[in-house]
């Protein structure tokens, strides 16, 4: 199973990935998580995506395109996958079809959590208090939301448009709402 996971900043998107990596065992790969890896690193590309990354802002798409069509011929990737932050704009989107098509492979679902955008920021106020990170500052993430509808929103109008969105109420315990995915995925 290959699927692209979506929602705002703090829908809770990373929690759920970890219970479908699981119960389907799928390789969970995460964007942010693999970019924040390179920067500890401080590897060329790490370097690259830092400036962009604290401030709350997207990095480029042809580094996202190149990061990803490398890591997705990984034969670990051979079982499925779920894409975490990834495809985030619709030149993303496009690039990710182009690289499965050269594979002969295609997507089974994009899954989109969707809430309430004031129920997300105090969310995420209270993740920046624990997790360190540092674009979970109220500033910080009003712009990833912003930079969210802005250019990553028009990709659910692409997954729309190719039968292939499943929207999911992402308020409720996280029982619920894995619950609410794991029916879609296996109906
Ligand atoms: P969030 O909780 O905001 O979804 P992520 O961990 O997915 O956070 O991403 C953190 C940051 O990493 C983003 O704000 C962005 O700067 C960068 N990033 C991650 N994935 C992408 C992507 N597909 N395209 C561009 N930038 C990305």
């Given at each position: 199973m290959r699927i692209v996971l979506m929602g705002p900043p703090g829908a809770g998107k990373g929690t759920q990935a970890a219970l479908l990596e699981n119960k389907y065992n799928l390789i969970h790969l995460s964007t942010g998580e693999i970019l924040r890896k390179e920067i500890k690193e401080d590897s060329s590309l790490g370097h690259q995506a830092k400036t962009f990354m604290d401030k709350g802002q997207l990095v480029p798409d042809t580094l996202l395109l190149e990061m990803m069509e490398r890591r997705l011929k990984?034969?670990?990737?051979d079982g499925g996958y779920l894409l975490d932050g990834?495809?985030?704009t619709i030149p993303q989107a496009e690039g990710l079809a182009v690289s499965l098509d050269k594979l002969d492979l295609s997507l089974d679902y994009a899954i989109s959590l969707f809430a309430d955008e004031l129920e997300l920021v105090y969310r995420l106020v209270l993740r920046g208090k624990n997790s360190?990170?540092?674009?979970?500052?109220p500033d910080v993430i009003r712009d990833r939301q912003r930079i969210y509808w802005e250019h990553t929103a028009p990709v659910l109008g692409f997954y729309r448009s190719k039968g292939l969105l499943k929207e999911i109420d992402g308020i409720g315990s996280i029982d619920e709402v894995f619950n609410r995915i794991v029916d879609v995925v296996e109906k």
């Open positions: 990984n034969p670990d990737c990834f495809p985030r360190g990170r540092s674009d979970d500052t």
